[in-house]
């Protein structure tokens, strides 16, 4: 493992996020979402009835700064907060109607670029890329892991 090839693969992985990102967003006919908007939307897919104060926790990023993201979808018809009924102080996050037909959109683009993509590959490389997926799944699980245990405020470049 060099940096040159640890440079090609974050390189290449970036890239094909970019890429589908960017042509799926074409394909529904929409505006692309900044990457937070989009990261705190999947969370709450992933997590219904999460709190801010989690989210924030779970994105490595500051509970105001999600406070501002959730109130721009709440703001765009994609996201819905609930009083909790256990803490009337907190609220709980849900996704739209409108949230859910586009993220379900949207992956569905993207699943149809990858299979067009794939199918124009060699079988040999594209069953090397297939069978990738779990440790390219379970990669970016302990990134994320890493990331979130990391200490200070998350950094930018």
């Known amino acids: 493992m ?44 992933r997590q219904p009835g999460i709190g801010v104060r989690e989210a924030a926790e779970r994105l490595g990023t500051a509970p ?9 979808l709440t703001g765009a018809g994609l996201l819905r907060r609930e009083r909790d009924p256990a803490d009337r102080r907190s609220v709980r996050l849900d996704l739209t109607d409108a949230a859910r037909d586009r993220i379900t959109a949207h ?13 124009g590959l ?5 069953e090397q890329l297939l069978a990738a997926a779990p440790a390219l799944r379970h ?3 302990r990134v994320a892991d890493q990331a979130r245990s990391a200490v200070g405020p998350p950094g930018r470049v």
């Open 139 to 141: 990669l970016a699980d």
């Open 107 to 119: 992956q569905r683009h993207r699943r149809d670029l990858l299979a067009a993509a794939l199918a």
């Open 122 to 126: 060699d079988a040999p490389e594209r």
């Open 64 to 72: 105001n700064t999600v406070s501002t993201l959730v109130g721009e």
């Open 2 to 45: 060099t940096e040159e090839t640890l440079g090609l693969l974050g390189g290449a992985l970036g890239d094909l996020h970019r890429v589908l990102r960017r042509a799926a967003t074409q394909r529904a006919g929409r505006v692309a979402l900044p990457d937070a908007q989009v990261e705190v939307l999947l969370l709450v897919q």
